[in-house]
């Protein structure tokens, strides 16, 4: 089974730009979930999609969106960069929320 | 809300030792404990998972977990590491409940550096 892949990998934008990421689950996840990892906040949880819906929301401003499309691919888009916002941004997979989350390889983004 | 600690940040051992990883969690309700590892260059991997049933899990690589519900612990431990386990380590808890979905609470990670 392929694992969850993540694009771009790599992604440099200016402030007060916007970006659109993309994850594509492991076949048969109907969950998936996008993280922001950096060196000073570590991981933290922005949201859960499952079946197109949004299950849960993390604590991050209303500048951070996401949704999911039938064949659970996500997208998750930041509006109005800020240079705080710099960060790897994971995204994972699991079949529903009793099974373990697989993640991508995430996507760098550096905000200048 | 939930929380995780990890109580070290950085590890510094030599191959052969052992290796224990302390974890805690502030919740108020069912949980469902997870251990992963990050080794340079990679993704997160899952090393471990305990949902329910014994309070020792045995996972990958000869890591195991003992989950202590009096304690709000979930410590990591490995008999005997090897330079490949260099990595960084990370507890992390989601809420048990089924309807709950997925929203891991992660730890602030440890950074183990095995020398050979």
């Known amino acids: 089974k392929a694992g969850v892949t993540q694009t771009p990998r790599y992604l440099i934008k200016t402030r007060g730009q916007q970006v659109t990421l993309s994850c594509s689950p492991i076949?048969?996840?109907?969950?998936v979930s996008w993280y922001q990892q950096t060196p000073g906040q570590g991981l933290q949880f922005l949201f859960e999609?499952?079946?197109?819906?949004?299950?849960n929301k993390g604590n991050f401003p209303g500048r951070f969106s996401g949704r999911q499309f039938s064949n659970s691919r996500s997208e998750m888009n930041v509006s109005t960069l800020e240079l705080g916002d710099s960060a790897l941004y994971l995204c994972?997979?699991?079949?529903?929320?009793?099974?373990?989350?697989?993640f991508g390889p995430g996507t760098r983004l550096t905000v200048l | 809300a939930q929380s995780v600690s990890q109580h070290n940040h950085h590890v510094i051992l030599s191959e052969a030792a052992s290796l224990e990883l302390g974890c805690n969690y502030s919740?108020?309700?069912?949980?469902?404990l997870f251990w992963y590892v990050q080794y340079p260059g990679q993704h997160l991997q899952l090393l471990l998972k305990?949902?329910?049933?014994?309070?020792l899990v045995k996972g990958i690589k000869g890591f195991e977990a003992e989950f202590i519900k009096s304690k709000f612990s979930f410590n990591l431990r490995k008999p005997s590491v090897q330079w490949s386990d260099t990595a960084e380590y990370f507890c992390?808890?989601?809420?048990?409940?089924?309807?709950?979905?997925?929203?891991?609470?992660f730890g602030g990670g440890t950074r183990v550096l095995v020398k050979p």
């Open positions: 994972a997979s699991s079949a529903d929320s009793y099974n373990e989350q697989f």
């Open positions: 076949s048969g996840h109907r969950s």
């Open positions: 999609y499952f079946s197109e819906t949004q299950r």
């Open positions: 919740y108020g309700g069912t949980v469902n």
């Open positions: 305990y949902f329910s049933g014994d309070p």
């Open positions: 992390a808890v989601n809420p048990g409940l089924k309807a709950a979905g997925n929203k891991l609470t």
